[in-house]
């Protein structure tokens, strides 16, 4: 059975993107376990926004040998990479997929899909690059929510230009 896993990076001051959206700041100078963490991934599932960033930060879809979801007020159906579905299916899906298969569910963003997940306690473990710069405004990680949660710190991993991998499972 797998699990949902919250797998992101944010500015040490609590952003994951500018205002607008862009991630100019972020480093991609190095993996940061990224390679290790996707072959544990069976499901990718992000939101709206998100998903129409990818197409422009990068000329192939890099899922293609994952099943996708796109979380969305705006779109229903599929198309050639992801499968849209609203809000209030992600309980249904997370419990279909969780039964179903053997790797774990990442979700990607953005902050208002983190949210749902957060709202309906459905993470199972967050994974929480932390890079030293601060942008000073942007888009939260974490929006206001109605849920506290006890997590336990599993792992901390420090990388050599300041990066902080912070995993937290639930109690």
């Known amino acids: ?7 992101i990076a944010q500015s040490v001051d609590g952003y994951i993107a500018r205002e607008n959206g862009a991630i100019d700041w972020l480093w991609d100078d190095q993996d940061y376990g990224y390679e290790k963490f996707i072959t544990t991934i069976d499901t990718v599932i992000l939101g709206r926004k998100t998903y129409e ?7 192939q879809f890099p899922y293609r040998s994952k099943d996708v979801y796109v979380v969305s007020n705006m779109q229903e159906g599929s198309d050639d990479y992801a ?3 609203q ?10 997929l969780k039964n179903d298969q053997h790797k774990n569910i990442w979700v990607v963003g953005g902050a208002q899909v983190i949210h749902h997940f957060i709202n309906k306690n459905l993470i199972d473990e967050y994974q929480i690059a932390i890079q030293p710069t601060m942008i000073g405004s942007g888009i939260p990680l974490f929006e206001k929510n109605d849920v506290e949660q006890q997590l336990e ?4 991993k420090p990388f050599s230009t300041g990066m902080l991998l912070l995993t937290y499972r639930k109690n």
């Open 87 to 96: 809000p209030e299916q992600i309980r249904p899906l997370i419990n279909l």
């Open 53 to 59: 960033q990818i197409f422009q930060l990068t000329d």
């Open 83 to 85: 499968t849209f579905i």
């Open 1 to 7: 059975m797998g699990k949902v896993v919250l797998y």
């Open 153 to 156: 710190l599993y792992e901390a």
